[in-house]
C-alpha cells in the first residue's frame, strides 16, 4: 500500500480536525494529571511545516515540525484508524526527518505520554534513543516521555588525561582511537619534581603511529613558544599522522609557565597573552604557505631536491617577535593545520575564536553560541559534556543512552556541531559514538571537518612575495 506525503499548513480544517481526533483519543487517558501538569500549547507561528499522509486518496495522517527554543520538534503525529498499522506512522517520521535535516537540523526532539506505550514502541523501533524531559517539558516525569534523534553525525573529541609516562599516554590515545574519537586533545605534561616532562607535539607524533583514526591536536603555547617553532612542530605532526593533525593555541599568562620555560617574561594580561596569539596563528599560516605545494623535486638524477622558487620567504614583524625566512617543513597534507581555540570563559578567547579558529571548544552552550554569533568564518563548534551530569530519562534503557541523549541536548542549546568528552573513559566514548552512526570515510581532519585544502597566499597572489623581494 503506497503512503503518499504532501504539504500543508497547521491551520488547514483537515489538520484541525485530526488534531480535534487525537485529543479526543489521548487527555482522556491523562484525566488524573490535570491539575497537576499544565498543558502546553502550540503556538502556530513557531510551526515550521505541516505534512499530511494519504493512502488510496484518502487522508489519513498528520505530523509537523516546530521550533521549541533551541529544539526542533516533531509535534502532533497522528494516524487515523484508517490508517493504522499499514506503515503511515513510520513513512510520517521518515519524511518529517527529512523536513528537519534539509532545514540544518541535526537532531530532532519530540514528547509523547507516559500512558502511550504503543507510541513509545513506535518511537524506540524507530531509532529514537530516550531523554529527559527537555525544553517546554523540562521537570515533568509525571507525563512527558521525550526522545532525540540523530540527523547528522557528530564531531566527537576527548580530552586526553595529563600523564607523565609516555607509554601509558601513547596508549591511551591508542584506546581513544579505538573507542572512535573523531579528535583528542592532547596535552602538555608541564616539568615538576626534576621530571623532564612531555612535550604535547612529540607525544602526539609518538601517537601517530599506534592510531588510525583519530586526529591528534597537541596544546601548543604561542606566548612561550616562537611562532617558528609551532609551524614546525604541527606541519611535522601533520605529516607523520598523514593529515590529523589539528593544534589547540594557548595563550598563559601563568607565572609557572614562565618560570619552567624561562624564554621571557609572562604576558601582562589575557589581552595581550591573545592578541599576542592572534598573530602567532596568521604567522604559522604564512610559514605553512611558505613551501608550493609542488617545490619539492626529489630529482635524483639531477640531485635538486627542490625548486628554490618555489620556496618562498616570510618577513613578519609583530610587536610581540620577528620572522624571516621559508618553513624548513614541506607543506603538509592538510595545507593549514586545523586551529582549535578553547573557550573556557568570557575572556578574549571568545573573539579570537570567532574570528581565527576551525575548531572551537566552548565549555558551555551559552559560550557556544557566542562564538557562533560573532563568527567571521565557518566554526566548527564542539560543546563540553561531562557525562556524569548527564540526568536519567524515567524511561531510560541504559546509561549510554543516557549520556549519548544528554549530548544532543547539549549540542542543541549550543547551536554545536559536536562534543568534547570531559576525561578520557573510552567506554563513555564508545558508547556516544554507538548512536551517533558510522564514519564518514574522511581521512584527514580538515575532510572531517567539511573544511576545504587552502591553496598557499604565494601560489594564490604572489602579493607577499613580491612584497618580501623589496
Known amino acids: 500500500m503506497t503512503v503518499e506525503i504532501s504539504v500543508s499548513h497547521w491551520d488547514d480544517p483537515v489538520v484541525v480536525r485530526f488534531r480535534e481526533l487525537m485529543d479526543a483519543e489521548v487527555q482522556p487517558l491523562y484525566a488524573h494529571l490535570r491539575d497537576r501538569v499544565s498543558p502546553v500549547v502550540v503556538d502556530a507561528s513557531t510551526v515550521i511545516v505541516t505534512l499530511v499522509a494519504s493512502v488510496g486518496g484518502e487522508q489519513v495522517g498528520t505530523v509537523a515540525l516546530k521550533q521549541s527554543g533551541a529544539y526542533v520538534e516533531v509535534k502532533r503525529l497522528y494516524v487515523a484508524e484508517a490508517g493504522r498499522r499499514t506503515g503511515v506512522a513510520t513513512a510520517l517520521l521518515a519524511a518529517i526527518e527529512r523536513e528537519a535535516a534539509a532545514r540544518g537540523a541535526r537532531e ?116 612561550h613558544t616562537e611562532p617558528f617553532n609551532v609551524a614546525k612542530a604541527v606541519q611535522t605532526v601533520d605529516w607523520v599522522t598523514a593529515g590529523r593533525a589539528g593544534w589547540v593555541v594557548v595563550a598563559s599568562t601563568s607565572a609557572a609557565d614562565t618560570q619552567a620555560l624561562g624564554r621571557r617574561t609572562a604576558a601582562p594580561t589575557a589581552e595581550a597573552a591573545w592578541a599576542e596569539a592572534e598573530a602567532v596563528i596568521d604567522t604559522v599560516h604564512l610559514l605553512e604557505d611558505s613551501w608550493d605545494d609542488d617545490a619539492e623535486i626529489r630529482d635524483v638524477s639531477t640531485g635538486r631536491f ?3 622558487a618555489k620556496v618562498h620567504h616570510v618577513n613578519v614583524e609583530t610587536e610581540f617577535f620577528r620572522v624571516k625566512g621559508p618553513s624548513i617543513v614541506p607543506r603538509s597534507p592538510q595545507g593549514r593545520v586545523p586551529v582549535i581555540i578553547e573557550v573556557l570563559d568570557a575572556g578574549p578567547a571568545v573573539e579570537v575564536a570567532a574570528r581565527k579558529a576551525d575548531v572551537v571548544r ?33 524511561h531510560e534503557r541504559s546509561a549510554e543512552e543516557r549520556v549519548a541523549a544528554f549530548a544532543a541536548d547539549l549540542r542543541a542549546r549550543a547551536d554545536a556541531d559536536g562534543i568534547v568528552l570531559s576525561g578520557s573513559a573510552a567506554e563513555v566514548l564508545a558508547a556516544v559514538r554507538a548512536n551517533a552512526g558510522p564514519g564518514d570515510g574522511a581521512r584527514t581532519l580538515r575532510e572531517r571537518l567539511g573544511l576545504p585544502r587552502p591553496a598557499g597566499v604565494f601560489e594564490k597572489t604572489g602579493a607577499i612575495e613580491k612584497e618580501d623581494a623589496r
Open 362 to 394: 566552548a565549555a558551555t552552550p551559552e559560550l557556544a553560541r557566542r562564538v557562533r554569533e560573532l563568527a567571521t568564518r565557518r566554526v566548527t563548534v564542539l560543546v563540553d559534556v561531562d557525562p556524569s551530569n548527564a540526568p536519567r530519562a524515567p
Open 108 to 223: 530532532l526532539f519530540l514528547q509523547t505520554g507516559s500512558s502511550q506505550p504503543a507510541a513509545m514502541a513506535l518511537y524506540e523501533r524507530d531509532g529514537w534513543i530516550p531523554t529527559a524531559p527537555y525544553g517546554p517539558y523540562a521537570g515533568d516525569e509525571l507525563l512527558s516521555r521525550c526522545y532525540v534523534k540523530l540527523l547528522a553525525r557528530p564531531v566527537v573529541a576527548a580530552l586526553a588525561a595529563p600523564d607523565g609516562d609516555a607509554g601509558r599516554a601513547v596508549a591511551a590515545l591508542e584506546e581513544l582511537d579505538e573507542a572512535g574519537a573523531d579528535l583528542v586533545i592532547v596535552p602538555d605534561v608541564p616539568l615538576a619534581g626534576g621530571s623532564a616532562g612531555l612535550d604535547a607535539p612529540m607525544l602526539a607524533g609518538a601517537g601517530a603511529a599506534r592510531t588510525h583514526h583519530t586526529a591528534l591536536a597537541p596544546r601548543i603555547d604561542t606566548v
Open 306 to 308: 627542490i625548486d628554490r
